[in-house]
């Protein structure tokens, strides 16, 4: 059976460690694709030649042509800028937009039947733009945030309570801005629920609630660290796992940013909810129950979103 093959729609930072992590897990054959002519193909030489090292079978092409993505399976986006210190990830909103526009013509002509994963920020409404270009069925087309800020959540709780970040889960909901939803109740140590680690005296409420605003700011703080670009480890390997998840119609339990008609009282729109990946790509969204503190939260994220689709709404007016 042949290869899965795999387009990864700009060759960053992020798209260059996207395609190293799918070539090392032999997810399938994998095309970069990016406006900069060389950067791609020299991205995927570079990695082609790990091969022999590190024992991957995986075919490694790059490209400038929108036709060198024909028939991918899958299509993971990071296109565009990312925020320099300062900034947040709304600012990047006009320029990325312009972006997703060509990316999404891009796969509506060669990747009609592809899982779409979308990277780029704002990414909430960028990846409800991405669809609305592409025209793709929504269940295919869904963004990478929460497994991002949920495995920020794991990282610093596992710091705090000294146990492997394998056995913290935890969930963040909403959009993936500073109005993030991460959900204390629904976050545990091997079952044990956050509230009742408080409880146990494991940690305190005040040092949970600076772990929060710590994961709030996630992506800032590297930012701030790294002065010329955003994260792309931890990005790069979130979207990865999602991707993974459909080829091997895993069915796994992962927050993204899809689009939600119904459940959480929503009316047909792209947020951060929990969602079961399979291989129809989206293939249900979980409607947990929420807090009414929670609930307030919810909501106050799902308002930003929405003023950031207005507000692509009024920049784009193919989109209003
Ligand atoms: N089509 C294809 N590629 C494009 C286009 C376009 N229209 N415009 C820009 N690019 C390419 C750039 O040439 C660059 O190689 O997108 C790539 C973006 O890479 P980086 O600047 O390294 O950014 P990266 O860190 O990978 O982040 C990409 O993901 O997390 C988000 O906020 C981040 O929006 C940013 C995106």
Redesign the pocket.
């Given at each position: 059976m042949a290869r899965p093959k795999i387009a990864l729609?700009?060759?960053?930072?992020?798209?260059g460690t996207l395609a190293h992590l799918a070539a090392i897990k032999e997810l399938g054959d994998v095309v970069l694709?990016?406006?900069?002519e060389g950067?791609p193909q020299g991205k995927a030489l570079d990695i082609a030649q790990s091969g022999p090292s590190e024992g991957f079978d995986a075919a490694l092409k790059g490209a400038n042509s929108y036709a060198d993505i024909a028939d991918a399976d899958v299509c993971i986006v990071?296109?565009?800028?990312?925020?320099k210190p300062g900034m947040s990830?709304d600012d990047?909103l006009g320029i990325?937009l312009k972006?997703m526009k060509?990316?999404g013509e891009g796969i509506r002509e060669h990747a009609p039947n592809a899982f779409v994963i979308c990277?780029?920020?704002p990414l909430d409404a960028m990846v409800w733009a991405l669809r609305e270009f592409s025209g793709l069925p929504h269940n295919k087309v869904v963004g990478m945030a929460g497994v991002l800020d949920s495995a920020r959540f794991r990282h610093f709780l596992s710091l705090e309570f000294n146990v492997s970040m394998r056995d913290v889960t935890a969930f963040v909901l909403g959009g993936h801005g500073d109005t993030m939803v991460p959900l204390a109740r629904y976050s545990t140590v091997a079952g044990i629920p956050l509230p009742d680690l408080v409880q146990m005296g494991w940690t305190t409420q005040e040092k949970l609630d600076a772990i929060i605003q710590r994961t709030r700011d996630g992506g800032a703080e590297i930012v701030g660290l790294l002065k010329t670009?955003?994260a792309?480890y931890a990005?790069a390997t979130s979207a990865i796992e999602m991707a993974e998840a459909y080829l091997k119609d895993q069915k796994r339990l992962l927050p993204c940013a899809a689009y939600v008609d119904g459940a959480f009282g929503l009316n047909g729109m792209y947020v951060g909810v929990p969602t079961i990946i399979g291989k129809d790509g989206i293939e249900r969204i979980v409607d947990i129950k929420l807090s009414s503190d929670e609930q307030a939260m919810f909501d106050k994220s799902v308002d930003a979103v929405k003023g950031l689709v207005e507000a692509c709404k009024g920049i784009d007016s193919s989109l209003a």
């Open positions: 729609i700009g060759a960053g930072q992020i798209g694709f990016d406006i900069a950067t990071t296109a565009g800028v990312p925020r990830r990047l990325n972006v060509s990316v990277i780029t920020n670009g955003s792309f990005p």
